[in-house]
């Protein structure tokens, strides 16, 4: 491809709104552009990066036997409201109807559609197992789209779905696709960690997510370093021991003002705020009241509370009117009097004698609150925080917390599709069995961005080989004053044009300075730059840069020419 003809351009300086290092780099070297909040056009420089990594993950796919296939964007709204998901999904949902009334989604993921074709394909055991998968356009409303490509609105994902017989046939695909997914993020120059994490929306009973770490990441991991156990916060357990026991002391009101929070009341009564019990009010989506008690040293996790209560359609926290109708004060609350609540308690807080609680009403809290001799909760379960340095599960060494990007997630989704949507096969017992699911994704957009996180310098992207959109740069230096010049680059452009598409390189034939060549071409960060100039050709060739590490050489026509035409590995 020469650069002149190329529907691209660079910009000197860094879109306004860019928060990374990817987002700023992928605008600036003209591989995306934003048309709308969350919503981008993949250049064609981004279209090819963007293909290189699908055919990373489709040759690892079909590894395990699977099968590519393509399944509708738009879908009728009755199959999402057989599985109950449309109404559990909110807002992120996009919900349209068509010309004749009929209720549509915009996709947000296949499960629906997968179980559809299952019960209208497999009738056999015979035909179980089976692998398919597919990449499709998927659109998800989110609230606040960030970081380019991180997270968007629009997005390209590879969605594949195991299908099986039984719970043994899931756990052997599960591990299947849990070791392609692990080839696919080394290929892809990713290091990708596997932790434990909520099911969330898609339901079952296991899911993994693949994480890279970075300081901008959404997610929070749970990492111990001493025997590798690696989890989201969501839903890493907390392992903190419960205090010594102690007698339990007479309740006492305490005057407490200007403490609405942890610290401050601790200040005020010289404690530590171990000693004390936080209180956290939310609604959930189906309108029930929520109090949630930890102690307070720790923070509530909400995906803990909402998998504990099974809330329906998340939670919000409540407002301050709501709080006082049902007998609490905000700032200075707790569940002693409280009406109309559900009430629920960390397993750490319940065990811990004698906390500081409030006494909901401004400027007082209550001594030696015990649970369940002063309120009886609803429910006690774990709903707190992982702390840095608290004990690992596995090993009890300390934990470390960093934050982590999503670039793909496996799911254990069992029979909560098939059995909604009645897809069953004839088993050899001669009884009919629900089709056993499994479903895992990977957001094409979210890994290119990534890869340039892990992929980059001052000067521009360094792209990896496997998923670079051109295997080299071809760079002239001297214009048109120099015929020899000329003369060389497109003998070597016309080589590799020659050896095939797979072969095709860029080059800038444009007239423009040296200055702009040389940082276009490490701002774009193909592997290789190829530098022809008179001051190379008297030097015996080629100046041959490996956009790494900088290294340079001069090599001879002769050796580049066999890169360029698939003979030798590298130029170098």
């Known amino acids: 491809m020469r650069l002149s003809h190329l529907f691209f351009t660079t910009l000197r300086d860094d879109p306004a709104d860019a928060e990374m290092p990817s987002h700023r780099l992928l605008v600036r070297a003209g591989y995306v552009r934003q048309l709308g909040a969350g919503i981008y056009s993949l250049l064609p420089l981004g279209f090819r990066v963007n293909k290189r990594v699908e055919q990373v993950i489709r040759e690892e796919l079909n590894a395990i036997g699977g099968q590519e296939m393509e399944m509708p964007v738009v879908h009728p709204a009755d199959l999402w409201r057989e599985t109950g998901r449309y109404d559990a999904i909110g807002p992120e949902m996009a919900r349209f109807k068509d010309r004749a009334d009929r209720d549509m989604v915009l996709a947000m993921t296949h499960e629906e559609v997968v179980a559809d074709l299952l019960r209208d394909i497999v009738k056999s055991y015979r035909q179980l197992p089976m692998i398919v998968y597919h990449f499709q356009t998927k659109f998800r409303d989110e609230p606040r789209s960030r970081g380019g490509l991180i997270r968007v609105r629009e997005f390209v994902m590879k969605d594949s779905y195991t299908c099986d017989r039984d719970e043994a046939g899931l756990d052997a695909a599960y591990w299947a696709h849990h070791r392609a997914y692990t080839r696919i993020f080394e290929r892809l120059g990713l290091k990708a960690i596997p932790v434990s994490s909520d099911v969330g929306m898609m339901g079952g009973s296991l899911a993994h997510e693949f994480m890279v770490l970075n300081p901008a990441g959404e997610d929070e991991l749970v990492i111990c370093e001493a025997c590798g156990y690696a989890a989201n916060r969501q839903v890493a357990p907390t392992t903190v021991p419960a205090p010594a026991a102690e007698d339990l002391l007479p309740v006492g009101e305490v005057e407490t003002p200007d403490t609405t929070t942890i610290d401050a009341l601790a200040t005020f009564l010289g404690v530590p705020t171990s000693r004390t019990a936080k209180a956290a009010f939310f609604v959930t989506g189906d309108g029930r009241f929520v109090v949630a008690i930890v102690r307070g040293d720790f923070d509530v996790n909400e995906t803990k509370l909402v998998n504990a209560i099974k809330a329906v359609g998340g939670l919000r926290p409540a407002q301050v009117e709501e709080i006082r109708e049902r007998g609490?004060?905000?700032g200075y609350g707790s569940p002693i009097g409280a009406r109309d609540a559900v009430v629920v308690v960390d397993e750490l807080a319940a065990r811990s004698p004698n906390l500081v609680a409030g006494?909901?009403?401004?400027?007082?809290?209550?001594?030696?609150?015990?649970?369940?001799?002063?309120?009886?909760p609803d429910m006690t379960a774990d709903i707190a925080n992982v702390r840095e340095g608290d004990p690992c599960p596995n090993c009890g060494g300390p934990v470390i917390l960093r934050n982590g990007i999503e670039v793909g997630n496996i799911f254990k989704l069992g029979t909560k599709y098939t059995k909604a949507l009645g897809a069953e096969y004839l088993g050899e017992d001669g009884e009919r069995h629900p089709i056993v699911m499994g479903s895992y994704g990977i957001g094409l957009?979210?890994?290119?961005?990534?890869?340039?996180?892990?992929?980059?310098?001052?000067?521009?992207?360094?792209?990896?080989?496997?998923?670079?959109?051109?295997?080299?740069?071809?760079?002239?230096?001297?214009?048109?004053r120099e015929p020899t010049v000329i003369e060389t680059a497109e003998t070597l452009y016309g080589a590799a044009a020659a050896a095939g598409p797979a072969r095709e390189i860029l080059y800038d034939d444009r007239d423009e300075s040296p200055g702009v060549k040389l940082t276009d071409a490490e701002l774009l960060g193909m592997p290789w730059i190829l530098t022809v100039s008179p001051r190379s050709l008297a030097a015996g060739g080629v100046e041959v840069t490996n956009r790494a590490t900088g290294e340079r050489s001069v090599r001879s026509i002769d050796d580049v020419t066999a890169f360029l035409e698939g003979r030798a590995a590298t130029p170098a």
């Open 328 to 330: 609490m004060e905000a």
């Open 359 to 376: 006494a909901n009403r401004p400027g007082f809290h209550l001594r030696n609150v015990n649970v369940p001799r002063d309120y009886t």
């Open 445 to 480: 957009g979210r890994n290119v961005a990534c890869i340039v996180e892990a992929h980059h310098d001052d000067k521009g992207i360094a792209w990896p080989a496997e998923v670079a959109p051109y295997p080299a740069h071809l760079v002239t230096l001297g214009g048109s």
